[in-house]
């Protein structure tokens, strides 16, 4: 696959690639999963809307430059390049903003899009419960209408950013005695509501990147419905849509780690054990192939066309690739991809943090066997 820019295209990315190297702080920031680290990339959402490059592909109205995605993929392969902080706004950003922006009323679009794009307002997940897992149609949560408010019950976890982020989205029973994916509605809700609590949870680094929720009869106007009153399915897999498809994993943050695995092994090849090479050109391969795949896939959308299980594929290709990749860099290691510090640690322990990550993947956004069974069913036909 050939992929050309245009001239104008070319200027885009001179623009984006000239700001990010005046601003792009010259220390890495501490983790956004802890409250200093949480505070300072929030400054730094910040400071990229304050130079319009918060959300490129978005309406100018709503804080964005009004262009295409492929602008967002030159974006951000620019942004990776630069090696500029994670987006601790992406749940908001990315998953949330593109779904109030087909389903959200005028008034939602207004109220919730600036903020959020302004770095004001940060958003965590609300999906997952204890007794439900990967499975959102056995939420159990409700949602009940008491006037013009929800009085919501019941309990999240895994709720990503919900330590330290302000607000909320997730699916909770509405239709009393309604049953899997009936019945459900979307509902955003602040985080420092009356009757919720937030109970971190450690992450395998042990920083709290995920939170415990309890809803204890919390009152939610019924203005933060997000779509139709049971209809809450439909718009969940749509953000579902947005995560495991185009907006949160894209090509360039894999490729940007497939060039350190190269520079890695270069550095250490000399006493590598044979078929170590291999591994490496094989993650560099992948993370080519996922980039040429979405400029593909990008391409059929700009035409018209929507998405639909390429999102379950593409979260498979992803999670299955960064795995390899991240394994690859520890076998190149050896002993040494235990340190995060010292004389000895190589990159301040970077890799083994990305290599931790790496083992989630194939748990959120769906687990990779439950977007086996989608595939199966939806584009291969086998029997449920």
Same mark, same amino acid.
């Given at each position: 696959m050939n992929i050309n820019f245009t001239q104008e295209q070319q200027r885009f990315r001179a623009?984006?690639? @000239?700001?990010?190297?005046? /601003? &792009?702080?010259?220390?890495?920031?501490?983790?956004?999963?802890?409250?200093?680290?949480?505070?300072?990339?929030?400054?730094?959402?910040?400071?990229?809307? @304050?130079?319009?490059?918060? /959300? &490129?592909?978005?309406p100018i109205e709503y804080g964005g430059r009004g262009l295409d995605l492929i602008s967002w993929l030159i974006f951000e392969e620019e942004y990776y390049r630069a090696d500029a902080p994670l987006r601790v706004s992406q749940n908001g950003i990315f998953l949330l903003a593109p779904t109030i922006m087909e389903f959200g009323s005028d008034e939602q679009k207004a109220r919730f899009l600036p903020p959020m794009a302004a770095g004001d307002e940060i958003w965590a997940q609300a999906w997952s419960e204890p007794g439900a897992g990967s499975d959102m149609a056995a939420i159990t949560s409700k949602a009940e209408r008491d006037g013009d408010h929800y009085v919501i019950t019941g309990q999240k976890t895994w709720s990503s950013r919900a330590v330290f982020a302000d607000w909320c989205f997730g699916l909770f029973r509405t239709e009393a005695g309604s049953e899997r994916h009936k019945g459900l509605s979307k509902i955003l809700v602040p985080l420092d509501s009356h009757g919720l609590t937030r109970r971190p949870i450690a992450q395998l680094d042990g920083d709290p990147g995920f939170a415990e929720l309890f809803f204890d009869e919390v009152r939610v106007p019924v203005a933060n419905l997000l779509g139709p009153e049971h209809g809450g399915w439909?718009?969940?897999?749509?953000?579902?849509?947005?995560?495991?498809g185009l907006l949160l994993r894209s090509p360039a943050r894999f490729q940007e780690a497939a060039a350190r695995l190269v520079r890695l092994y270069q550095s250490h090849k000399h006493r590598l054990a044979s078929g170590v090479g291999e591994q490496v050109v094989q993650a560099w391969m992948n993370a080519e192939r996922f980039c040429a795949a979405t400029y593909q896939l990008v391409a059929r959308v700009q035409a018209g066309a929507s998405i639909s299980s390429e999102s379950s594929a593409n979260k498979l290709f992803w999670s299955e690739m960064d795995k390899h990749l991240h394994r690859t860099a520890m076998s190149i290691m050896g002993a040494q991809a235990e340190l995060q510090e010292g004389l000895d640690a190589i990159d301040n322990g970077r890799w083994l943090d990305g290599y931790m990550f790496s083992l989630a993947g194939p748990i959120y956004a769906g687990t990779n066997e439950v977007q086996r069974n989608i595939l199966a069913e939806r584009v291969l036909g086998l029997p449920r």
């Open positions: 623009e984006v690639r @000239a700001w990010l190297a005046d /601003n &792009v702080p010259a220390e890495r920031l501490p983790s956004f999963d802890t409250a200093e680290g949480f505070e300072l990339h929030r400054e730094w959402e910040k400071k990229l809307a @304050a130079g319009n490059w918060g /959300n &490129v592909n978005w439909g718009v969940a897999m749509a953000t579902a849509g947005f995560e495991r």
